[in-house]
């Protein structure tokens, strides 16, 4: 039985997606540490280990497939459904559109993932109806930012570029894991750039690395650097 607390009224929680591969929560620890981050911010009195994850995923018996975190103030939820995202996907990759509404990069909440999260879905059910798999927020200054779920990533030569975390964006947990291990550049991106650059692609924790086909009618034609770092990514999976 839930409670009617602020995280129903108010959006005043938190929560996590973690992958599961062949029993193992990919990068739990990376997930619990901003997890407990957000609630201490939000101020709910509640701290989550890898050990909270593993015994439920024991009493599951979850092999395979997605588990969400849901936390309020009187209200823990862990959950569990299927990875929808098929080998056959990556083959064609994502077409991205610009969402019609701003990011306000000035909010607190833009940097935690809480339960205040319509913005987002309304932006990708925005970028569905225009038959696109995933929208892009601008911010008010006009940089790019984010996706609905996911952060954005551009190729130039041999170079990783990322829009910087102030320009309003969720610090994902693929994205830290590429800016520490594959040199990443964080700079201000506009839509004019999307142009000078060679290959593009969106991270998170469910999708992995997923290359981009186009954005807007601006095509990439090639994914040559993201393959390579999606193979490396998913190396890391077998040992995490």
């Known amino acids: 039985m839930y409670s009617l607390d602020a995280g129903y009224y108010y959006g005043i929680g938190a929560f996590e997606t973690i992958l599961i591969k062949k029993g193992k929560p990919i990068l ?19 701290k989550f280990t890898r050990e909270n994850v593993l015994d439920f995923l024991r009493i599951k018996n979850q092999m395979d497939g997605i588990l969400k975190i849901t936390v309020s103030e009187q209200n823990i939820d862990f959950s569990t459904r299927e990875n929808p995202y098929t080998p056959e996907v990556y083959k064609t990759g994502f077409q991205l559109t610009i969402c019609s509404f701003l990011r306000n990069e000035t909010s607190p909440l833009t940097y935690h993932k809480t339960l205040n999260y319509a913005e987002n ?30 952060n954005i990533f551009f190729v130039k030569g041999q170079q990783l570029y990322t829009p910087k975390v ?58 040559a650097f993201t393959d390579t770092i999606r193979n490396k990514y998913k190396e890391i999976q077998c040992f995490n």
Do not use: V, W
């Open 28 to 46: 739990i620890d990376e997930h619990m540490k901003r997890l407990n981050s957000s609630l201490l911010y939000l101020h709910i009195d509640k």
């Open 121 to 150: 879905i309304l932006a990708r059910q925005e970028a569905r109806k225009r038959n696109y798999d995933e929208a892009l927020f601008l911010n008010t200054k006009g940089e790019l930012c984010e996706g609905s779920c996911s």
């Open 166 to 223: 102030s320009s309003g964006l969720l610090p994902g947990i693929i994205r830290n894991y590429i800016c520490e291990n594959e040199n990443a550049i964080e700079r201000s991106i506009t839509l004019d750039d999307i142009k000078y650059f060679d290959e593009c692609f969106i991270t998170n924790s469910i999708l992995g690395i997923m290359k981009i086909s186009n954005i807007e009618g601006h095509y990439y034609h090639s994914s």
